[in-house]
């Protein structure tokens, strides 16, 4: 059993290895994070990413903000209101849509979006795709978060006469919110390293773009993808630079996310 | 983990003062702002079934103009070529075949070790590293699937195709190893491996959660026949969490099937019209790849179309797994309670 575990530490330690030996030192560099790669070629060295740590983050939070509202309402939905029939499938097409693979999510949008409605490739149609991955997590995390808040906590707030959408703002959800944070987090932490659905909906460009409704938006992932075929050194070290600075940005939200949970975790 | 996994053991189950939520409707005033909040979540509940609705129905419908046009069988050829919108030839005999040969040597790695890891973490680990043990594995899940691919492709298979390499001269009489003609090695059998390390988290995530479970009644029971460490965790933590298995595994072979970018990196793609074999030394293409192999070229309807079919084959194929993990958790629960 050691040796199972050993074993599965492996891969880990070396793909961590791989990444920071091979990309680090670009990111030591201090206009990794201040430029973009504008006019930059394969064979030249220099150039940042900042443009695509914005396109990610841009599009994270643009996901977070559509996810969040419908992942908290629904949870809510099945755990203070939902009983019978329509709760059951509520739950059941939750579990379908943590299923569904993201590029079945991204042809989805493709579909939608550019076949149907005839509009341009755009960051937003990104998001829209993430929004399909983010909700579930979202969902599945409150709920659970929900179902730790004591009755006792509900009981009292409906002896004092209180309504009961009261009760769930102003006791309910505060006494989970470091919880649902953590579920944010963990939520966010894996749209952000997507990159199935960026391939159908998202080109790449290289220079900075903030503008989620025209125009290509760059992304950390496809930045990854752009170059990942090239042969020429610079190319290559920026290629794990880039997956390095990804790496860091998860890693950075999933440990946010286990601090909160720690700090703040609903006391029994 | 349920952030891991999607999915919670906990369910359905009594609150830990062994009591359900409080009732939903005899709580509610009937005031507006009850009135107000309480439809915003039945709403927000029924666009999550529209929205999974909407999936199905328009993958379905922007795939049926393109099957129809299709001038070979679809389930049954091995043909693709959607270049002609006026003479559709396409087919998914062999992503089918590579997608379910790449997850099941994913899953035939990944479910033995997943399992041994989540028994070290529950069973066999000291207090104090069991917590950090299960953190380092979660911390699998959180590399992405692109950073897989190219540590897999530059990193994972240079190392690992000398060994390949001898398996095929010492093994290849036997069609499942036969030399396909694949250089650089990568293969269905190397991608295979690094979707077993994908979902190793998965598969460890749920099984711990089940593991843990077991009631210490049954472990103490067992050890105190006279039972070894050994002997405990077969007669009593195995049986009691081999629903849980079950339904990891097949979360984790979800996950694997439908997993794009990595694929699409270390596979190598076959030319169109080479010879069919059985060998898991050949290269090819998943659904999933198939489709981001082409997703820049989405241009024609029609051509749009045979992908947009391909991938409401995938998606069928995640549903079924998925229910049936779940309906395995479901069962799980009612012997439980």
Redesign the interface.
């Known amino acids: 059993m050691w040796g199972a575990f050993l074993l599965a530490l492996v891969p880990l330690l070396w793909i961590l290895w791989t990444v920071v030996s091979k990309g680090g030192h670009l990111l030591l560099d201090s206009q990794w994070w201040t430029n973009s790669q504008k006019g930059i070629t394969a064979r030249r060295e220099g150039g940042g990413a900042i443009h695509a740590i914005q396109g990610t983050l841009i599009q994270g939070l643009t996901t977070a903000v559509i996810s969040v509202p419908i992942g908290v309402m629904t949870a809510i939905y099945l755990v203070e209101y939902g009983r019978g029939r329509l709760a059951k499938a509520v739950s059941f097409m939750v579990d379908i849509l943590t299923g569904v693979p993201s590029i079945v999510a991204g042809l989805f949008i493709y579909a939608l979006w550019v076949t149907t409605f005839g509009f341009q490739r755009v960051g937003f149609a990104v998001c829209l795709a993430l929004v399909l991955l983010m909700v579930p997590v979202v969902v599945r995390s409150t709920e659970e978060m929900l179902k730790l808040v004591p009755n006792e906590l509900r009981e009292a707030a409906y002896a004092l006469g209180v309504p009961k959408w009261k009760t769930i703002v102003k006791v309910v959800l505060p006494t989970a919110f470091s919880g649902i944070i953590t579920g944010v987090l963990l939520g966010l932490a894996r749209v952000m390293g997507e990159t199935a659905p960026l391939l159908i909906l998202g080109p790449y460009s290289k220079s900075i773009a903030t503008d989620l409704f025209s125009g290509l938006m760059p992304t950390l992932p496809t930045m990854i993808n752009q170059d990942r075929t090239e042969s020429l050194q610079p190319a290559v070290d920026r290629v794990w630079a880039a997956a390095l600075t990804l790496i860091l940005l998860i890693l950075l939200l999933n440990l946010a996310g286990r601090v909160i949970a720690r700090l703040g975790s609903v006391k029994k | 983990m349920?952030?891991v996994t999607?999915?919670?053991i906990?369910?359905e189950l009594p609150?830990?003062?062994r009591?359900h939520?409080?009732?939903?409707?005899g709580?509610?005033?009937g005031?507006l702002?009850?009135r107000?909040?309480?439809g915003?979540?039945?709403?927000?509940?029924?666009?999550?079934?529209g929205?999974?609705s909407?999936?199905g129905a328009?993958?379905l419908w922007?795939a049926l103009p393109a099957i129809a046009d299709d001038k070979v069988n679809f389930l049954t050829s091995r043909e693709w070529s959607v270049d002609n919108a006026s003479n559709l030839r396409f087919g998914i005999l062999e992503l089918l075949w590579t997608t379910i040969a790449v997850s099941t040597i994913g899953m035939l790695i990944a479910v033995p070790?997943g399992v041994?890891?989540a028994?070290?973490?529950t069973?066999?680990?000291p207090t104090w590293l069991s917590r950090p043990?299960a953190?380092?594995?979660d911390?699998?899940a959180?590399?992405?699937?692109?950073?897989?691919?190219?540590?897999g492709?530059k990193?994972?298979v240079p190392v690992f195709d000398p060994v390949q390499s001898f398996l095929k001269d010492t093994l290849g009489w036997f069609p499942l190893f036969s030399d396909a003609g694949i250089s650089g090695g990568s293969t269905i059998l190397m991608v295979g491996i690094v979707l077993a390390?994908m979902v190793?988290p998965i598969v460890?995530a749920l099984s711990r959660e089940v593991f843990a479970q077991t009631p210490v009644t049954h472990t103490e029971g067992a050890l105190a026949l006279g039972a070894t460490k050994w002997e405990m965790i077969r007669v009593a933590v195995l049986p009691f969490g081999k629903a849980g298995v079950i339904s990891a595994a097949m979360?984790a072979l979800?996950?694997a099937?439908?997993?794009?970018?990595a694929v699409t990196?270390i596979l190598s793609t076959l030319a169109a019209g080479s010879d069919w074999t059985w060998s898991v030394f050949n290269g090819g293409e998943t659904f999933?790849s198939r489709?981001?192999n082409n997703?820049?070229e989405?241009d024609s309807?029609a051509k749009?179309g045979a992908?947009?079919a391909a991938?409401l084959v995938?998606?069928v194929l995640?549903?079924v797994?998925?229910?049936i993990a779940?309906i395995v958790i479901e069962r799980r629960k009612a012997f439980i309670e």
């Open positions: 349920s952030s999607g999915v919670s906990a369910d609150g830990p003062d009591r939520t409080l009732g939903g409707d709580a509610g005033t005031r702002g009850d107000l909040f309480g915003a979540a039945k709403g927000a509940g029924i666009f999550v079934i929205l999974v909407l999936v328009f993958l922007q070790v041994a890891v028994l070290f973490i069973q066999y680990a043990a953190n380092l594995v911390l699998l959180a590399v992405p699937s692109i950073v897989y691919g190219i540590w492709l990193t994972f390390i190793l460890t979360l979800g996950r099937l439908g997993e794009t970018i990196i999933a489709i981001a997703a820049g989405f309807p749009t992908f947009i991938g995938l998606f995640t549903f797994v998925n229910a779940r």
